[in-house]
């Protein structure tokens, strides 16, 4: 992961954060993106200009429905990295 790709994701999850979960379902996901976003904090301490990162299932499927619900435009630069991470969620799991 670029560590433009690693900022943008840790600022997007952190714009997502901001907001009051409606319903367990998001609060869920909340906290799952919040295992997210610390991991990248910790990852983006060390300047790196490429990084090494791995995610839970769970992890993943958060990045999948924050792909699928908050952002769902694979022509920019995050949305497009995410549309490929979610497709290989959907066909790792289904």
């Known amino acids: ?13 952190e714009t997502i954060l901001d ?3 409606a ?4 609060k869920l996901h909340y906290a799952v993106l919040a295992e997210i976003r610390d991991r990248l904090y910790v990852k983006l301490i060390k300047y790196q200009t490429d990084y090494t990162i791995s995610f839970t299932p769970a992890q993943a499927f958060a990045l ?3 792909y699928t ?3 769902n435009d694979p022509t920019c630069y995050l949305g497009n990295r995410l549309h490929a ?3 290989e969620v959907h066909k790792q799991f289904n």
């Open 69 to 71: 619900d908050y952002i």
């Open 64 to 66: 999948r429905i924050l």
């Open 1 to 13: 992961m670029k560590r433009q790709l690693a900022e943008t994701l840790k600022q997007q999850i």
């Open 85 to 87: 991470l979610a497709a």
């Open 23 to 26: 319903n367990d379902d998001d």
């Open 19 to 21: 907001d009051n979960p």
